[in-house]
């Protein structure tokens, strides 16, 4: 047989499915000489999120973002098994988690169940598309690395296209024109990307067609951004006017062709218009392996929006060996980041003292054998553990609203004397930049990114199409 998992019998197994905020943030803080610890993602990395939008025009190097799972459980004490694989089944009656290698390349073995005594689920969620025909097909995505890789080959192959001999003055304003889709803070960020790259950039590279360059954001809702106050809202709407972008609020995305997008405008009629790149930015949905895990306890999970968990993240029809975090949950808390990694680093606290309870447990059951054990570690013990038995909730904390929103500004709520600060500009660009350098979980990430924003300032961005 081939590598075996570490296991140690005296040891509760921990299963942790996933690699992203939620996870990355648990195992950071986890102690895992505590238990037999087992992560499973499709991704063996972490992507730091926030700077996707940056990716995808070039201003940052993919592997920057990026941080292999291997670097955090490499230093942990004890050792931590990591697979890549993708969760396609979990079992909460008989506890047990079946995965599969859903890479390119599989070997004679890709399928297996393995049983948990506790279970973090933290798969977070994918692009919800509302069964909009063509969205699949034709956009491209915004919430993986290989969409922001994706993204960025089909707008410069929409350059080149536009840049081809003889080219009609119609096709190029249609290769030319980025329609971005959902006004949300992913769709904002990447029309001010966007714009930076065609302004600092293609201007000089292109300047016969950087003129034909239009973007377009397209919101179904009345404005863009409704999570942050309406001045930022106003704010980034008279920024993006000055930038050129067009916002179309009230106007809903009916359909992606291959070459437009059919809207329906705020009066109800539909309209097509000729696009080269659709960028699909609507917001997220449920995986399935979420939906199946859900439809297993029926009576108990029944919010369409996730996973119902009680205040200790414990997931609720369960008999409390299953947590759930991050964007898969259905909680009174947004679906980001900053809450995903706050409830995994509430996780790790509440792992140590299970683990601390499980030990008692395990003690008192070893006196429970030998009677004539002393009266006194029997009552210490029992009082230790009658202690332990009782979680702390989890509290969020909110540190504010970041957005970027090109031309070197961006927007911040920020909590500020029992009250909110909004600020915009330019000073807040340079603390956005500096709050995700340090939210950034590695040196190696921030000297990777810090040296890609230097890179860009000096040599601008790459137009080459990979
Ligand atoms: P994720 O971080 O998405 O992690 C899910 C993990 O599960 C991944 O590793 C995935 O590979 C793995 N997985 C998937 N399927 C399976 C499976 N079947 N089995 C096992 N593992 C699986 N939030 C902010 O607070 N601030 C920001 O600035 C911000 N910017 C963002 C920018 C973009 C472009 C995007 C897309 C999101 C942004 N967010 C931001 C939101 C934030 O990224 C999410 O809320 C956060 O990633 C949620 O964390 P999570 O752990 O629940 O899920
Ligand atoms: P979102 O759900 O916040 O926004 C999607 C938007 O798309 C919505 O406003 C919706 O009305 C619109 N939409 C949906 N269908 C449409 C259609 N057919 N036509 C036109 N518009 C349509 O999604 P997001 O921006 O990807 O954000 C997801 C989560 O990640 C949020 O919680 C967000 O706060 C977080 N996030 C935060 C940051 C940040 O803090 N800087 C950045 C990115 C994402």
């Not at 490499?74 to 990591?82: E, G, P």
């Not at 863009?224 to 995305?253: G, N, R």
């Not at 429970?368 to 009658?386: F, G, I, T, V």
Request: glycine share 6%; proline share 5%; net charge negative.
């Amino acid at each position: 047989p081939g590598p075996q998992l570490p296991h140690d019998p005296s040891k509760k197994t921990l299963v942790i499915c996933g690699s992203g905020w939620g996870a990355t943030s648990l195992l950071n803080s986890l102690e895992t000489e505590d238990y037999n610890v087992i992560v499973i993602s499709p991704k063996n990395y972490f992507l730091f999120t926030p700077l996707l939008p940056s990716v995808a025009v070039g201003t940052i190097s993919p592997r920057s973002i990026l941080q292999p799972t291997r670097y955090v459980t490499r230093h942990k004490k004890r050792q931590v098994t990591v697979i890549e694989a993708s969760a396609t089944d979990v079992d909460p009656v008989n506890k047990t988690v079946t995965f599969a290698d859903t890479s390119e390349i599989q070997g004679a073995v890709s399928n297996t169940t393995i049983p948990y005594d506790y279970l973090v689920f933290a798969v977070g969620a994918e692009v919800q598309t509302f069964n909009i025909p063509g969205v699949r097909e034709h956009a491209c995505f915004m919430k993986e690395l290989e969409d922001a890789e994706k993204m960025q080959r089909r707008f410069m192959d929409c350059m080149e296209s536009a840049a081809f001999p003889g080219q009609t003055s119609d096709e190029v304003k249609r290769l030319l024109h980025m329609v971005v889709v959902g006004g949300g803070p992913t769709g904002v960020e990447l029309s001010g990307e966007l714009h930076d790259f065609l302004e600092e950039d293609l201007r000089s590279w292109y300047p016969e067609l950087a003129e034909s360059v239009r973007i377009t954001l397209v919101e179904a809702l009345p404005s863009v951004l409704p999570s942050f106050s309406k001045q930022l809202i106003d704010y980034t709407e008279s920024t993006f006017k000055e930038a050129k972008i067009d916002i179309l609020t009230k106007t809903m995305v009916k359909e992606v062709k291959e070459k437009s997008v059919v809207l329906q405008m705020p009066d109800k009629s539909i309209v097509e218009v000729p696009c080269g790149l659709v960028v699909w930015a609507a917001g997220n949905t449920l995986r399935n392996v979420t939906r199946d895990l859900m439809a297993k306890l029926p009576e108990a999970q029944n919010n369409r929006r996730g996973i119902t968990v009680d205040e200790c993240m414990r997931m609720a029809g369960t008999d409390g060996s299953i947590f759930a975090v991050g964007d898969c949950t259905a909680t009174t808390y947004a679906p980001t980041a900053q809450v995903a990694s706050q409830q995994g680093a509430y996780l790790a606290r509440v792992l140590g003292q299970l683990a601390k309870r499980d030990n008692l447990e395990y003690r008192l059951n070893e006196l429970d054998a030998a009677p004539e054990a002393e009266k006194q570690e029997r009552e210490q013990a029992e009082k230790r553990l009658a202690k332990l038995e009782k979680l702390r909730p989890f509290k969020y904390s909110h540190q504010g609203s970041l957005a970027y929103i090109g031309s070197d500004k961006a927007i911040a709520d920020l909590p500020f004397f029992n009250g909110n600060l909004a600020t915009g500009g330019v000073a807040t660009f340079l603390f956005w930049r500096s709050a995700y350098l340090s939210t950034l979980f590695s040196m190696r990430n921030r000297t990777l990114v810090a040296t890609d924003w230097l890179k860009v300032k000096f040599f601008g961005r790459d137009v080459s199409r990979e």
